[in-house]
Nanobody, 124 residues
């Protein structure tokens, strides 16, 4: 059993950057497929991107070229680097972990391990 905790959220102006972390207690996340989701107020949760155990990443079109998912230096905490942030990126951001090799197409409910989220607010 692992427990996921996201951190790194905050408030930034449009064009700014933030790096979110997904930390786990109980195991190392380098052996899992990790997916990031986000949910804005009054909207459905949507996928942001994922990173497989071999480091392969996949991104939603809305963030491609601006967001990067990678393993931290100790491969303990997958990171979501967000550049060129826009007001429409404002949302609660969540990470989720799966034992599957690939998990980009998985719905939120399909993940056995899910974090509580960290808030990102982008002002214009």
């Amino acid at each position: 059993q692992i427990h996921l905790v996201e951190s790194g959220g905050g408030s930034v102006q449009a064009g700014g950057s933030l790096t979110l972390s997904c930390a786990a207690s109980g195991d190392t996340l380098s052996t899992y497929c990790i997916k990031w989701f986000r949910q804005a107020p009054a909207k459905e949760r949507e996928e942001v991107g994922s990173i497989r155990r071999d480091g392969t990443t996949t991104y939603a079109d809305s963030v491609k070229g601006r967001f990067t998912i990678f393993q931290g230096s100790a491969k303990q905490s997958p990171l979501l680097r967000m550049n060129s942030l826009k007001p429409e990126d404002t949302a609660m951001y969540y990470c989720a972990a799966s034992w599957s090799d690939a998990c980009y197409g998985f719905a939120w409910s399909a993940f056995p391990y899910r974090g509580q989220g960290t808030q990102v607010t982008v002002s214009s």
